[in-house]
């Protein structure tokens, strides 16, 4: 069954706010400054990615924006763009494994075509929201 944008951006704001997300990284799209708001639409393709929602970010300027249609992903060095329906799996990541999982910040998405994409969140429940939010919209791509 097809979802329309508007469904979808009601779905993600109720199960983000399950989580008891408090720290200074994670924002819905419309609570942004103009200047950052202008900034990720231009690197987003409207058409494709459907309505900008939530924002993760991390002091070290990597970044997360999740839309209506599609992650779109800043890692440091190249922007990425990956629609639901191209999503395959989705792994809790972390380069080291003695961290608890209230500091987990990052998630590995591997697309049908084996390609892995890691995108960046504050730590904690930022974490497990975006992990949990792709996993209730990821079957409503097809």
């Not at 708001?37 to 309505?51: C, Q, R, T, V």
């Not at 990052?106 to 975006?130: M, P, W």
Request: aromatic share 14%; glycine share 4%.
């Amino acid at each position: 069954m097809k979802k329309t944008d508007e469904y979808i951006l009601g779905r993600i704001k109720w199960r983000f706010d399950k989580y008891e997300v408090s720290n200074d990284y994670t924002f819905f799209f419309d609570e942004l400054s103009e200047s950052i708001k202008a900034y990720l639409k231009s690197n987003l393709k409207e058409d494709l990615s459907g309505i900008p929602v939530l924002f993760f970010t991390k002091p070290s300027k990597q970044w997360t924006l999740l839309c209506t249609r599609q992650v779109v992903g800043y890692s440091g060095e190249k922007i990425f763009r990956i629609d639901f329906k191209d999503i395959k799996k989705i792994e809790a990541f972390q380069t080291n494994r003695n961290k608890i999982k209230t500091e987990w910040d990052k998630l590995s998405i591997f697309d049908k075509e084996g390609n892995c994409h890691i995108l960046h969140t504050g730590n904690g429940y930022a974490h497990t929201a975006l992990h949990n939010i792709l996993l209730m919209v990821e079957p409503w791509a097809d």
